[in-house]
């Protein structure tokens, strides 16, 4: 490890309370370099997939600030996270049942600035919470806030893997590219795999791949991988406009098939993960 990299990792450390890569055996951080790119329509239909695969599932809306997972599920919870940022409730408790989509919700709460502004041993602290509650989930999805914040950054740091969400747009492609390089001097960015949302075919969605990996290769010597990708359909739009999960309304379409390959190869690569944090504690 360089020094440079070495100055990094510490003040990656202090920012996030501590207690460096403090990662999750089952937990999955969606993120984006930019808002619209499909994010959280992504973790919605994920965390869908996983549970109808028969695993226990929670959706936790990490967009602190700007959430809107209760937004697209047509949802008026009556607890959030911000009963937990005041103090008044523990995380475990603003858990809700979201019985259409087969899996648990915590919500965010939109608006609150204060949320997204939060000092790092708060934000570590609600960290601990999340790690403690994922305990008793076969999978939790966290839907992280578009960017590279210090929220972002810290819940992404305690994921297990880190789904990248990028479409063909040249913003979206730098933006995603930017979220990789911040990442990768804290060590963080080995954890990223990337998903392209809304291509217009596979062979299109390989190639909006293949343009970030050579950005990622000549500039990072980063290889992240693809984790899949969800090709474009109209009637995605329709779901989130009926505030329905797409496999609920159309579980027929190609995005769904794509989301379910995907689900399935997460499923993998938690197994892989807790096989090795298993192995490493074990010497």
Request: hydrophobic content about 40%; charged content about 25%; aromatic content about 4%.
């Amino acid at each position: 490890m360089t020094e440079a990299t070495m100055l990094a990792a510490n003040a990656a450390n202090e920012e996030y309370g501590g207690t460096l890569f403090r990662r999750g055996k089952n937990i999955i951080a969606v993120a984006s370099g930019k808002g619209g790119v499909g994010k959280t329509f992504f973790s919605v239909t994920l965390s869908q997939a996983l549970a109808k695969s028969g695993k226990k599932v929670l959706l936790f809306d990490g967009d602190l600030g700007l959430a809107n997972v209760d937004v697209q599920l047509g949802l008026m919870p009556k607890r959030d996270l911000n009963d937990v940022i005041r103090g008044r409730l523990g995380l475990d408790k603003v858990i809700q049942r979201y019985e259409d989509g087969g899996f648990d919700i915590i919500a965010g709460r939109s608006g609150q600035a204060s949320l997204s502004a939060l000092p790092s041993q708060r934000l570590a602290l609600l960290r601990d919470q999340l790690l403690e509650v994922a305990e008793k989930y076969d999978v939790v999805i966290v839907d992280l806030g578009a960017g590279v914040d210090r929220t972002v950054r810290m819940l992404s740091a305690s994921a297990t893997r880190t789904l990248l969400i990028t479409t063909d747009e040249p913003t979206s492609l730098t933006d995603a590219y930017a979220f990789i390089k911040l990442g990768s001097a804290a060590g963080m960015s080995k954890y990223v795999s990337i998903v392209v949302n809304q291509a217009s075919s596979a062979s299109e969605g390989e190639k909006t791949y293949k343009t970030l990996l050579k950005a990622c290769e000549n500039f990072l010597r980063l290889h992240p991988p693809m984790a899949g990708m969800v090709r474009h359909d109209p009637r995605v739009k329709e779901t989130i406009r009926h505030q329905t999960p797409l496999l609920t309304r159309s579980p027929n379409t190609e995005a769904a098939e794509d989301v379910e390959k995907i689900a399935r190869a997460v499923l993998k690569d938690i197994a892989d993960a807790q096989k090795q944090m298993t192995a490493a504690g074990a010497r």
